[in-house]
């Protein structure tokens, strides 16, 4: 029996002809497209670390976590100026002026910037600010802001939808290539399956990585906190996705002493345990050098 509108990895190489490992025999079996990031590389063997507040919310609190991630040697910021809330009545972000303190946080660390867009009418204006542009797992299939953001002449972080399959994933991911963009970032972060909200706050699909990197070239990184949304699984969770070959992670960082924070505050890690992480992700990819000289 076929069923229609069902796609299966077998039919990605028509599904995302830019972007399928089959259709790019230039990549081979297993060569990832470095995705460069104001001198930060996704792809190149040594895995990114993107940190930051969930949302910006101060000048203050972004300043110290940005200073934290600085501290624990991350690579990248992060932190949304606009907010996709599940209440419009829940604090939306700050905008255009959680930009400018994103922008000023930039400038005093020299760590280039990731944050979210959700408005088409706004690419412009966060793409001023942003060094990468990311879309949320609740826009995935935005296909207008995916074609608007692939026109933006920024790497994009485009994050899985939360009950999208590996093939609307990729196809999401074809909308910005088409554009002529194929500097996207892929990013797991948990998906809604069985049991996912009752002990943690998704799945997180770990499974995905490897079926990511067979299909494409592009490179692919872990949100360990939404996935979990537990500040106690995001380390062992970060941990297991650089097992898995991912080729980064992007975490929440907060820092207590500037308050609570507003949203996401019980998955948010502080900078000691994010010094850790990133300390196990630059000796795992050690690791991983030696074991493959010694073949
Ligand atoms: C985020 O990373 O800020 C975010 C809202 O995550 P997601 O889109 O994966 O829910
Ligand atoms: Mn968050």
Redesign the pocket.
Known sequence: MRISGQITPDDLPRVCPLLSRQTNPQYGEDRTRVVEVGGVRFGDGRPVVIAGP??VESHDQMLAVARAVERADGDML?G?AY??RTSPHDFQGMGMEGLCMLRIAHEQTGLPIVT?VMDTRLVEQVAEYADML?I????MQNYALLAEVGRAGKPVLL?RG?AASLCEWLGAAEYIAQQGNLNIVL?E??IKAFPAGEYARFVLDLNVIPAVQANTFLPVIV?P??ATGVASMVEPASRAALEFGSHGL?I?VADFLTGRPRCDADQSINGETLARIVKFAQSHHERLLVDQQAV
């Open positions: 969930c949302a992060r949304g907010k996709p979210e990311q949320g797992s609740r826009n994050k939360m990013c972060r948990g949100d906190s939404h992007m929440e």
